[in-house]
Each structure stands twice: as structure tokens, then as C-alpha cells.
């Protein structure tokens, strides 16, 4: 393919890098070709937070394990911050901010000519005031520069035999609230536990949004037929109810991504 060649050729122009790795099917699709191609001159950095479950920290761990990449993981203090706890529409700018301020100096402390991450040119299309952070940062977003999409992603990734190339997308968990409502460890904690409670059952590609005391759940429509056997509806909603819920809901338009971004 022309872009994966352009891609290698872009990486190896950069020299050495410090690769934003979350564990989604981009960032690891990316720090496995620039690992490939610059060796050592190449780390992953990591954000351990309670916006980011431990299962996917987890995965992260795992993968740089098994690639003999060498990973930096740093504490996120994004709920120290006044703004993101308030939750208002530049929620995800303050947040990604921090981040990459955080990456860049970890990045210069190991002599790491670059900072990169791994969005596409899907993310392009959606409300993603994340991306204005990494403007302004000048991050390096590799995949966009050469116009690779999420499908192309997924089809390299499964040639390379990457485990995570049908890995379902995923967003922080911060993304699961209504702008405007406030958001704490305990309602994230709350959205972890219910969503791997999902996930442990089957279903993949999920989110439990919170509204209030309310849990609105968007999974795929094709799986509806097995969420509403009524003996997994009892569960669902006594599971949920135990983790501090008071109304457990199914959204009937099923899960689409970006959903809370209407304003």
C-alpha cells in the first residue's frame, strides 16, 4: 500500500520518537511500525488515570512487554483540574493539553527528537477539540499526514497479526458524560465497573453514558435480542444498581461514537 510506504518513509525522516500509546487500534498500530523502524530511538508514553480502566493500562503493559518496547507510564492529575472536573466543551482540549505537555517533557528528558500519536483521518469528521491541543503542541499525528483511515488501520494491523487490529474503538471514560455535568472518581469508577461488567458478558463495542443517577447504555443493535432475555435484564440492572445507579436504561439507537457531542 502507498500510504503504509509513505508512513515508514515519514517515520524514519523524524528520527526517534515518543509515541502517545493508549493501547487503541491506531496508537498500537503506530508504535509497531515506528518500533520496527527506529528500534531504541523509539519509547512509548503512556497516561495511567481514572479516565483510562486498568484492563486497557493492562493491555499497554503487555504489548510493550511482549515488542521489547520500552514504556513510560506518568500519573494524569487531569481531576486536579477546576475545568475538567466542571466538564464544559473544552473539556477534552484541557485535558489533552496536559497530556502532551507532560509527553513533550518526557520526551526531552530521553533526547527524543519528536512526540506522536496516533489519530486518523476519521477523527477529522467528528467534534475532536483534542486535536486543537495537538496543533497548537505541534505533535506529529503520522497516520493523518499520510491520509490513512481507520479501516486501512485495522487491514494493516491484520496483516502484522497485531492483537488489537478488531479491537472495538474506545474513548476515556470521561467522553461517557453529558457536558456540564460534573465529573468525579466516583462516577468514573461507577461507568468503569458497569462497562466491564458489559464486556465481561460478550458484548464489545459499548458505552454506558451517565446522566445524573441515570445509566444509558448504547450497544450494538444486532445484540439486543441477547441484552433483553429477561433473566440478563434482572442482572444488568442489579449489577448496575449495586455500583450506584439509581435507573438503568438501553438506548435504542444503538452505540455510535460521539454521542454526547450535541450541544
Given at each position: ?93 484541557i485535558c ?41 503542541l505541534e ?125
Open positions: 500500500m502507498k500510504k503504509f510506504d509513505e508512513l515508514k518513509k515519514y517515520l524514519v525522516e523524524l528520527d526517534s520518537v515518543a509515541v502517545a500509546f493508549s493501547g487503541g487500534v491506531d496508537s498500537t498500530f503506530l508504535l509497531k511500525v515506528a518500533h520496527d523502524l527506529l528500534g531504541d530511538k523509539v519509547i512509548a508514553v503512556t497516561a495511567a488515570s481514572k479516565s483510562f480502566p486498568q484492563r486497557e493500562l493492562d493491555e499497554t503493559k503487555n504489548f510493550c512487554r511482549a515488542e521489547n518496547v520500552r514504556q513510560i507510564i506518568f500519573n494524569s492529575d487531569e481531576l486536579m483540574k477546576d475545568a475538567f472536573r466542571e466538564n464544559s466543551k473544552n473539556r477534552c482540549y489533552k493539553r496536559g497530556l502532551f505537555e507532560k509527553i513533550l517533557q518526557i520526551a526531552a528528558d530521553n533526547k527524543i527528537s519528536y512526540v506522536v500519536e496516533g489519530s486518523n483521518m476519521d477523527d477529522n469528521g467528528d467534534f475532536r477539540p483534542g486535536l486543537k491541543a495537538i496543533a497548537e505533535i506529529k499525528s503520522p497516520l493523518r499526514h499520510v491520509e490513512l483511515y481507520k479501516n486501512e488501520i485495522r487491514t494493516l494491523s491484520r496483516e502484522m497479526n497485531l492483537p488489537t487490529w478488531d479491537k472495538p474503538s474506545y474513548a476515556c471514560l470521561a467522553s461517557r458524560f453529558v457536558y456540564g455535568e460534573s465529573i468525579s472518581a466516583e462516577k468514573l469508577e461507577m461507568v468503569d465497573k458497569a462497562e466491564q461488567f458489559l464486556i465481561d458478558k460478550g458484548f464489545k463495542q459499548i458505552r454506558v453514558r451517565i446522566h445524573g443517577n441515570i445509566a444509558r447504555i448504547e450497544i450494538l443493535p444486532d445484540a439486543f435480542d441477547k441484552f433483553l432475555e429477561k433473566n440478563f435484564r434482572d442482572e444488568v440492572a442489579t449489577k448496575f444498581k449495586s455500583y450506584g445507579f439509581s435507573y438503568v436504561t438501553l438506548d435504542l439507537q444503538g452505540y455510535r461514537s460521539g454521542s454526547m457531542n450535541f450541544f
